[in-house]
């Protein structure tokens, strides 16, 4: 177990707190600028690929390639934030999302899917720059805060976040306007917002925490390598139980929020929504996803992160039994994609506070890196199985299908939860 950073003649509190302050005031600048980006790509990319393969159960894909690309970009994110510091593992994701952008109009403009969804798995690195980020806010946290300022960087991603799938249509006019073909000008639109995120942490994220929270402790990474980094976490993780069951909370969490968001907007599509409707649907999600977040971030340093883990479970298992009785009503798809976000607040939050809480700085990159991965891999094969789920047999069966994933993970938190609970009992 980890604690806040102990303080040198060369590093005061107040200098330590001042940089903190400023961390979480960039980090979050980026968030804002950075989540307008991500939700344009969410809100439109199903719909595109929809619409040029002329097939349900590809348009899944859209989503797969997205979050295929996060899983793929958070190791060497991670690592380059091991080696250079957070500004370095940020920019590199940063900088693939944009270029994934480009690659997207390219394709919408050329007609083609396949190429697209080659554009879309580079979209992923904004998503994984946005996971990155939120494990940057706890360098030099102090351990019973760690939940709270991490918690602040995700709600920060509610302004970009819900605002881009709301941008999507005026993006897609002004770009017709200036001669791209439709649908082609929400990606130039974000685009130009991951350039914008690229350059607010090269500029301004200074000085770097991670680098500064390892001069305060005297530490170093001791990951070398994808291999190496891999290596460094699991012997890691088979000696911190309590962060194993955050990686496994945390991917449960992302794979069934994914799984059910990404094939809504293809339902409300069929079922007839337009742009408007499927865009406020997206947003209203996201801001569950968002916007109670520090509430999650408070609740987890002072409940714990066990029983909001355990909530989460039970707010994802509600989501998933409403979107499966939904229907056609386009209300219950939508509090169903609310009480979705809510859940995934929780599970990451509070997850990925548990897992920072538990392995030791030197350390700390490779696992972080490593839950990203795997949350992004459980994503990504949860897309895949809910485009064909959808496509065969109906968006009803895919909200049976991840209720009972939940509700068996739940029920195994809630086993480690009184487990934990006996042994601080028993001391």
């Not at 083609?112 to 879309?120: D, E, I, R, V």
Request: hydrophobic share 50%.
């Amino acid at each position: 177990m980890t604690s806040a950073p102990t303080q040198s003649a060369s590093s005061p509190p107040d200098r330590i707190a001042r940089v903190q302050r400023r961390t979480l005031a960039v980090l979050s600048a980026a968030q804002i600028v950075g989540g307008v980006g991500v939700a344009v790509g969410l809100a439109l990319s199903s719909v595109v690929v929809d619409e040029l393969s002329k097939s349900t159960v590809i348009s899944g894909f859209a989503g797969t390639a997205t979050v295929l690309g996060a899983a793929l970009l958070a190791l060497p994110t991670a690592r380059a934030a091991g080696r250079g510091g957070r500004r370095a593992g940020l920019s590199l994701a940063y900088v693939a999302a944009l270029a994934g952008c480009l690659v997207s109009v390219l394709a919408i403009s050329l007609g083609t899917w396949p190429l697209l969804l080659a554009g879309l798995v580079l979209v992923g690195g904004g998503s994984a720059g946005s996971l990155a980020a939120r494990y940057s806010a706890t360098d030099l946290s102090p351990r019973d805060r760690s939940a709270r300022h991490l918690s602040l960087v995700v709600w920060a991603s509610t302004i970009g976040s819900v605002a881009g799938p709301n941008l999507a249509k005026p993006a897609d006019q002004i770009g017709m306007r200036l001669g791209l073909v439709e649908k082609a000008g929400p990606f130039a639109f974000a685009a130009l917002a991951f350039g914008l995120a690229l350059l607010v942490i090269l500029v301004l994220l200074r000085p770097d925490p991670l680098v500064l929270a390892r001069e305060v402790h005297g530490t170093r990474e001791e990951s070398r390598g994808r291999r190496g980094t891999i290596r460094t976490a699991l012997q890691t993780l088979r000696t911190t139980p309590m962060a194993r069951h955050a990686l496994v909370m945390i991917a449960v969490s992302h794979t069934a929020m994914v799984s059910v968001m990404s094939m809504t907007p293809v339902k409300l599509h069929h079922d007839g929504s337009n742009l408007d409707v499927i865009g406020l649907v997206i947003s209203l999600h996201i801001a569950g996803m968002y916007v109670l977040s520090p509430v999650v971030g408070w609740l987890a340093d002072k409940a714990g992160k066990l029983p909001v883990l355990v909530l989460g479970m039970g707010l994802l298992l509600s989501a998933a039994a409403l979107a499966g009785t939904a229907g056609h009503r386009v209300w219950q798809v939508t509090a169903a994609l609310v009480l979705l976000g809510l859940g995934w607040s929780c599970g990451l939050v509070a997850g990925s506070a548990l897992v920072t809480e538990s392995v030791p700085l030197e350390r700390r990159t490779a696992v972080q890196g490593l839950s990203d991965l795997l949350m992004n891999v459980c994503g990504a094969t949860g897309t895949i199985i809910a485009g064909a789920i959808v496509g065969l047999l109906g968006y009803g069966v895919l909200g049976l299908v991840v209720g009972i994933m939940v509700a068996v993970s739940g029920l195994w938190l809630v086993t480690v939860w009184r487990r934990s609970t006996g042994e601080r009992r028993s001391r």
